[in-house]
C-alpha cells in the first residue's frame, strides 16, 4: 500500500472532509427537525397531517437514496454539493420521523392528558412533556441513523459534490492508486464514525442514569 502516494494529494483530501463534515452535519440538523415534525405529523389526530406524515416516510423510506440525489440534482439544482445535502436530508428525515414516532408512542397516554388538563395545548404538549422523553428513548436508532448519513454523504460523489469520495475517485485517477486510495479514505470515514459512535453510547448512558 502506497498511502504516500495518495497523501501527496493531502489538500484535496483535507477539502474533501470538510466538504464532507458540512453536509453531514447540515443533512443531520435538518433532519431532525423534519424528521421530528413528521414524527408529531403521523402521530397527530388530524387525519390529513396523518396521512401527509404517512405517506412522505412510506414513499422516502423505500427508494433509493441516490435516485434522490440524482432528482434534486437533474430538477432542482445542478450544484452537486446542494444536490447531495437536500437528498440526504430528504431521505434521512424519513427514518428518523419512524424513530422518533416509536419513541413518542412509548410514553404513557396519560402523560399528554395531564398535560392537556393543565391548559396546555396539543402542540404545547408535545413539544414540552412528551418529545423531550421521547428524544431519550430513542437514542440509539438516532445514533445509528447519524452514523449511516455520514456513510451515505459518499453518494454526493455521484454528482459531483467535491466530498471525501468523490476527492478519491479523483487521486485514483491521477495516482492510478486505485486500491490504496479507497482503503486510505476510508480510514478518514473511520474517523468521522467512531467518535460519533462513542458519543451516541455515552448519551444514551448518561439519558439512562438521569432517566
Known sequence: MDFARVWAYSDMIIEGLQVTMLA???????????????????????????WLGSAYVEF??????LLIILSVF???????????????TIYTTAFIAEAIRAGIQS????????????????GQAMILIILPQ???VVIPPLGNQFLNLVK??????????????????LISSITFKTMDTYVFIAGFYLILTIPLSFLVK????????SG
Do not use: C, H
Not at 74 to 88: D, E, H, Q, V
Not at 110 to 121: K, V
Not at 152 to 169: E, I, P
Open 152 to 169: 451515505n454523504s459518499s453518494l454526493l460523489a455521484m454528482v459531483a459534490g467535491g466530498d471525501l469520495m468523490y476527492q478519491a475517485d
Open 24 to 50: 453531514s452535519v447540515i443533512a443531520l440538523l435538518a433532519s431532525l427537525f423534519f424528521g421530528t415534525l413528521v414524527a408529531v405529523m403521523r402521530i397527530s389526530p388530524f387525519k390529513s397531517l396523518n
Open 134 to 136: 421521547a428524544i431519550k
Open 107 to 122: 410514553i404513557p397516554k396519560g402523560q399528554m392528558e395531564a398535560a392537556r388538563s393543565t391548559g396546555l395545548t396539543y
Open 202 to 209: 455515552y448519551l444514551e448512558k448518561r439519558f439512562a442514569l
Open 74 to 88: 437533474f430538477i432542482f439544482t445542478p450544484k452537486g454539493w446542494i444536490a447531495g445535502t437536500i437528498g440526504l
Open 60 to 65: 422516502f423510506r423505500n427508494i433509493p437514496l
